[in-house]
């Protein structure tokens, strides 16, 4: 077991404690310090409180709205670092890429292996390891910081969250290496099997169309018939 003080913590907002109760023990058996509380508010209060490394959330809490407390994850990371992973019985295409493309990290649909879940949830926590080593990654005036969750071009902030966020963290952390779609859902989305290779090119537009704005959406290239890369202009 881990020292207290090393222990990364997990905050768990679900409304049925029997049902997430073989998460807990598997994540505190994996080294994990781990909070499981049942409505929105008493969360709001708990990040208010004592922000935790990740949070993962199920869609049918009581209290505040699933999109409140995401919020209020967003505010935080502002301050340090938040990862975030989002529960539902709802398991389509559409539900998975709109839960990543409001700020979740990973999107779990239930039911689901706890053994598979931990994976994914150190999967996640993981690319956080370098962060004291260096905390933005910079090409030219456009800048990702790492610390704060914030990306921004000559100077002004831009509106780069989830799936997004972490596609253009792995490939600015990667120049000039060029990566198929299959080591990037790896990569990126913790190789889900229910997040299939034409997520990665949907996110990839959506990422350019970001960047377009200060102009730099050439430093995502695609590799004809392999896959993408980031690239300085």
């Known amino acids: 077991m881990l020292a207290a003080e090393n222990q990364k913590h997990v905050l768990i907002v679900d409304p049925d404690v029997a049902a997430i109760e073989p998460l807990r023990q598997q994540l505190e058996h994996s080294g994990f310090l781990v909070s499981v509380i049942t409505d929105g508010s008493a969360a ?3 990040l208010a409180e004592r922000p935790p490394q990740l949070v993962i959330i199920d869609w049918n809490m009581q209290g505040l709205a699933p999109l409140d407390v995401i919020e209020r994850v967003r505010a935080a990371r ?4 938040i990862r975030l992973i989002i529960l539902s019985e709802l398991g389509g ?19 689901f292996s706890f053994r598979e879940a931990v994976a994914r949830i150190q999967a996640v926590l993981r ?12 090409f030219e005036h456009l800048t990702l910081n790492t610390a704060t969750n914030r990306v921004t071009a000559e100077g002004i902030a831009l509106n ?8 253009l963290e792995f490939l600015m952390s990667h ?9 990037l859902l790896a990569q990126v989305w913790a190789g889900d099997a229910e997040i ?9 537009q959506r990422l350019r169309k970001i960047l377009s ?9 695609t590799v004809r018939g392999f896959g993408y890369r980031f690239i300085e202009r």
């Open 78 to 81: 502002q301050l340090q670092p």
């Open 196 to 204: 299939d290779e034409r997520t990665v090119d949907v996110n990839v």
């Open 93 to 111: 295409e559409h539900d998975i890429v709109s839960g990543l493309n409001i700020g979740a990290d990973d999107y779990i649909t239930k039911p």
């Open 160 to 167: 780069v969250r989830g799936a997004e966020y972490r596609l």
């Open 127 to 138: 690319t956080r390891a370098g962060d004291h080593r260096r905390s933005a990654l910079c």
């Open 175 to 183: 120049p000039g290496r060029t990566f198929n779609r299959t080591q």
């Open 44 to 46: 709001a209060a708990a």
């Open 213 to 221: 704005k200060p102009g730099y959406e050439a430093c995502i290239q």
